[in-house]
T-cell receptor, first 113, second 115 residues
Framework: AQSVAQPEDQVNVAEGNPLTVKCTYSVSGNPYLFWYVQYPNRGLQFLLKYITGDNLVKGSYGFEAEFNKSQTSFHLKKPSALVSDSALYFCAVSPGGYNKLIFGAGTRLAVHP | DTGVSQDPRHKITKRGQNVTFRCDPISEHNRLYWYRQTLGQGPEFLTYFQNEAQLEKSRLLSDRFSAERPKGSFSTLEIQRTEQGDSAMYLC?????????????FGPGTRLTVL
């Protein structure tokens, strides 16, 4: 079965420190991978995606993600966290890339001043 | 371009009533998706359209659920005989099926509460 796992319900980090939000996936074929962020009372906002090519993908608001095929992972990273980064982060995979997204359960990121 | 819009933003209904939600996609987008999100979970796919054709439906979409996109623009999602288990956030997304893999852009959602 195709699935996405986000092993941490919550990640706590101090402002200015680097952050990592983990994601692993299980999908047949080449995966198309996405990260979205959800702020309270707002919809999901697209951050970045991996389709092919360079394993390090850069996205919005200084976020980046590293695709690792051997570990089937797509971890989200940011070199220096901001308090305003506090939100719910979702990893998603699109089997084949042209249809539905399969989401993880989400990871709540809390950045403390 | 104002993004994906959904109406209403909130809906409270009594069990057994019918409800209908509307989604207006980004204007040039030809694909439209519906997802459902319950508390503490990621969104789950329900169905999607390319133009006016409904191309895939999840088994989550019971026969009480129906979605339409009559002219390939806005879409409606109707739930008949609502049940308490239907309480959730219903999200709409749209994308443009062009070159490369399309990115889905989401609306703010409609929160349904069934009493």
């Amino acid at each position: 079965a195709q699935s996405v796992a986000q092993p941490e319900d919550q990640v706590n980090v101090a402002e200015g420190n680097p952050l990592t939000v983990k994601c692993t996936y299980s999908v047949s074929g080449n995966p198309y991978l996405f990260w979205y962020v959800q702020y309270p009372n707002r919809g999901l906002q697209f951050l970045l995606k991996y389709i092919t090519g360079d394993n390090l993908v850069k996205g919005s608001y200084g976020f980046e993600a590293e695709f690792n095929k051997s570990q089937t992972s797509f971890h989200l990273k940011k070199p220096s966290a901001l308090v305003s980064d506090s939100a719910l982060y979702f990893c998603a995979v699109s089997p084949g890339g042209y249809n539905k997204l399969i989401f993880g359960a989400g990871t709540r990121l809390a950045v403390h001043p | 371009d104002t993004g994906v819009s959904q109406d209403p933003r909130h809906k409270i209904t009594k069990r057994g009533q019918n409800v209908t939600f509307r989604c207006d996609p980004i204007s040039e987008h030809n694909r439209l998706y519906w997802y459902r999100q319950t508390l503490g979970q990621g969104p789950e796919f329900l169905t999607y359209f390319q133009n006016e054709a409904q191309l895939e439906k999840s088994r989550l979409l019971s026969d009480r659920f129906s979605a339409e996109r009559p002219k390939g623009s806005f879409s409606t999602l109707e739930i008949q005989r609502t049940e308490q288990g239907d309480s959730a956030m219903y999200l709409c997304a749209s994308s443009f099926d062009g070159r490369g893999t399309d990115t889905q852009y989401f609306g703010p959602g409609t929160r349904l509460t069934v009493l």
